[in-house]
């Protein structure tokens, strides 16, 4: 399997994950958005991963990149093309599709718990009714778009995971974050600073030892999700 994987940031990659593909041998490639003057053809890739990013799904006019990343989604998804989406990617997979993105009204940080909801599990399937997340977005996804339903919500976000057909699933929250990929999330500029307010003048440290409590929960969710939609992803391909 070919997985060609989005980023939006350098320190932005896929975490957790990147050692689960080495463990199934799936070949990935990843494309650093801002820096891409062309996107790989459908016929180069198998599946298709986005992942997260500080910029917004509306901000077109400050990143036009954003416009010919949408396409592709949603030439991918209409191609029957494995996608997994992580936070941003959560939100250009609702608006490739005709859902809604906007503004959250209570942005989302840190260490959260995640209800279930619905009676399908997506790719949620083998996990507790409700589990911890590590979490921080400012925009959600207001409406679904057609054919999807809500698998997850938080008392402040109502769409934290969605399924379509074939092996098209996305979370709100970030699975990928471990305490290695935290401290390269870190060391891009400002970050420090930025959170400082929020969490006390050593704010790495404070979120470090979070993700370290939670560890074994987070690696479950990681491991969970990974192994839902390798399942569909190669049953899809045949």
Known sequence: MRVL???????????????????EGIDTRAVLMP?????????????????????????TDKYPWLLD??????????????YFGICFGHQLLAAALGGEVGLSEVAE??????RRSGPQAGLLEGLPEAFPVFSWHSAEVKA???????????????NQ???????????????????ATMRDW??????????????????ERVM???????????SLLAETLFANWLARARASLG
Request: net charge negative.
């Open 5 to 23: 994987i989005l980023q939006h940031a350098e320190f932005e990659h896929a975490g957790r994950f990147r050692a689960l593909f080495a463990r």
């Open 35 to 59: 820096e891409a003057e062309h996107l790989p053809p459908l016929d180069t890739f198998d599946a298709l991963w986005v992942l997260g990013g500080v910029m917004q799904v509306w901000e």
């Open 69 to 82: 990343e949408l396409d592709l989604i949603r030439r991918a998804v209409e191609a029957g093309k494995p």
């Open 109 to 114: 940080f840190g260490v959260i718990p995640v």
């Open 144 to 158: 679904l778009p057609p054919g999807y339903a809500p698998l997850a919500e938080t008392g402040d976000c109502g």
């Open 161 to 179: 995971h969605m399924t379509g057909a074939g092996a098209v699933g996305s979370v709100q929250f970030h699975p990928e974050i471990d305490t």
């Open 186 to 203: 870190f060391a891009s500029p400002g970050v420090i600073e930025d959170l400082k307010p929020k969490l006390g003048p050593d704010p």
């Open 208 to 218: 470090i030892e979070m993700l370290e409590r939670h560890e074994a929960e987070l």
